[in-house]
């Protein structure tokens, strides 16, 4: 696993930024990074060829959805999970502990691990941590991560707790379960918005030693003041040469915020779940597709845009679209937002090499959560 | 108008068949073509880059629904149908008279025009051949349609007489109407499946002097045998120095055949239809790709297949797309379909300017009839 690592290749003088190298079995990725979601096993309503062309280097699924559909067997016969999904850079898998706790057809758990019913036909499972790594191991994304409890928000203390313990534990079991060398394992530090627990989670996952470390349990509902306040405190405590990444988050004001603490990684489906409903994100904020206002618009959905979308197709003809329930409206939204996402982070890497990250992004901030809340 | 034509490079041998180019304000298109549908100004599923990409060099708009959706005041504020598609490449809008005359909602005919309801809202709308040729100068496709009434199979033979009356008055009035000078306006004969009023049709339609001559109201229920023999018919008597457009056909082998008979162009939903029900067109016939038969296949749709689908997406993985309903199934499958119908177009291109158009035809037209019915 000598290869496969994260190196820090620069840090802002105003704030906690870091601009990295993230090496994988897959290729290298530039990190701050923003992860496309692909669920199962596609970025809804696009090709992997427009996928790449929107700028991005690494993409996340779900094994929870995988393992259900179409089955781990059945992508480890058709050559892994980057032949199925015909994406050649690198891919992150989640560990499905963040669906499982969020199902309602949940049935059991306990510290050995989870009993739950599958959405799709109620069939019967169960998944402990040496079985998400195997499955994950067999799916064969670049980074994998490990079994983990998310607590609810807001949840008891004794269940925030006893989710922090259990992620521990896992975590250890899924370090030892780790059977393939191609793949890095991430841990998950828990802990809800108690910072105590944060450090202790932290601390913990840190002497078992994971590739990166994950801050996971947030945007659950806590809002972004006190997202950010656990972000900040957790990737303080994390180890500088491993990288950090934020799952499921976020708005642009919430990456940008992540990344002024130290956060290298990000993955949501923000980009794509808004383009299916019109909503595009501009620089002067969100622009909804299916207003009448831009019946007859023969502007872009935002000048200057680089994006297949923008530089092809007017908002009178998205508009249309939406309108008449033809898909490209939905693909050519979920374009823009893609591309806007990984603008994004561009500017965010190249302000952190010019060291002027501080300063730009205290205003960027500023002006994202005004328009985007 | 005198730089928009047709005209004829080479004649086959051994069949009717004729290899030519379409000169139209938009560029040349190579004959035999093949038109994919964009029936609400979008390729079902596809952008204009993927739609390129498969080959194809002018694709197909339907007035009926443009006029009622954005409605053609919007498509003009947007530039025009063109810039609506993001498509600079040539365009043929029908008149809308076939989606009228398939309404149920139609609620009045006669020898001025029709009225006829909204199927969106419901709305009464009036339409006749000035108005339709109108509609279609505003649209602005390189080449547009006369408006004319095509009737029903079987229909009595007073029905099919006051249609081709109809369709051969409202052809003058279509000619006379016609403002756009850089548009072709094609004539359309109907008649049926009887020859010789498709004759008595097809020579007013030449007297009167079109860009183009269409063979209308086919494949409407007739079958492959009486549809070909008509189109024998009609092809022979129309002008050799005008492009011959045999409308909504075809299966390959109704391709095939008509090509055979002198055919220049054609259109048809099936690529785009078929392929988001996850049918694929292949060389050794249908494939259904929810067949669980393809669930470990790591083959694509087709060996040695060219197209974006086929070089990057495995058989299992376009089986998984159409079993979790992922939209990518059916844009996967569509492209291949195109891609499946430009190289059958390319390949007859091919063989006619080889000379070897007759034998490669009839070996093709028997496999195809085998395979697709």
Redesign the interface.
């Known amino acids: 696993m000598s290869e496969l690592n994260f190196s820090l290749k620069q840090t802002d003088s105003g704030s906690s930024a870091r601009r990295g190298v993230l090496r994988t079995a897959h290729g290298d990725v530039q990190t701050p990074v923003f992860m496309p979601v692909g669920t199962?096993?596609?970025i809804?309503?696009?090709?992997?060829?427009?996928v790449e062309e929107t700028g991005a280097e690494i993409v996340l699924s779900n094994t929870y959805?995988l393992m259900l559909?179409?089955g781990v067997e059945?992508i480890e016969?058709?050559?892994g999970i980057h032949?199925?999904?015909?994406w050649e850079k690198p891919i992150l898998t989640d560990s499905g502990g963040y669906q499982i706790f969020s199902l309602e057809a949940l049935t059991k758990i306990n510290d050995n691990g989870v009993e739950f019913s599958s959405h799709v036909d109620g069939k019967n499972f169960f998944i402990d941590a040496k079985i998400a790594t195997d499955l994950q191991n067999r799916i064969g994304a670049d980074i994998i991560m490990c079994f983990d409890q998310c607590a609810p928000y807001p949840a008891d203390e004794k269940v925030l707790l006893e989710a922090v313990e259990r992620s521990i534990r896992w975590a250890g079991e899924c370090k030892e379960a780790h059977a393939n060398p191609k793949q890095m394992l991430f841990g998950i530090v828990q802990g809800g918005i108690d910072l105590e627990l944060r450090s202790r989670c932290a601390k913990e996952l840190v002497d078992i030693g994971f590739d990166g470390y994950a801050i996971g349990g947030l945007s659950v509902g806590e809002g972004h003041e006190k997202m950010i306040r656990t972000v900040e405190h957790t990737a303080a405590i994390l180890p500088e040469d491993k990288a950090r990444y934020l799952m499921g988050v976020g708005t642009p004001a919430d990456i940008i915020a992540a990344v002024r603490n130290g956060v290298d990684m990000f993955d949501c489906v923000l980009p794509t779940r808004n383009g299916r409903n019109a909503f595009a994100f501009t620089e002067e904020g969100p622009m909804r597709l299916r207003n009448s206002v831009h019946?007859?618009d023969?502007g872009p959905i935002e000048e200057g845009c680089d994006c297949?979308c923008c530089q092809?197709?007017?908002r009178?003809?998205l508009?249309?679209?939406f309108?008449?329930k033809?898909?490209?409206g939905?693909?050519?939204v979920s374009l823009h937002n893609l591309r806007f996402y990984q603008r994004l982070m561009s500017a965010i890497r190249q302000k952190i090499e010019a060291d002027e990250f501080a300063g730009w992004s205290e205003e960027k901030l500023k002006k994202y959560k005004n328009l985007y809340h």
């Open positions: 199962a096993a596609a809804k309503g696009t090709t992997a060829a427009q959805h559909r179409p059945t016969k058709l050559g032949n199925v999904m015909a019946i007859n023969t297949y092809n197709y007017c009178g003809a508009r249309h679209y309108n008449v033809e898909m490209l939905p693909i050519l």
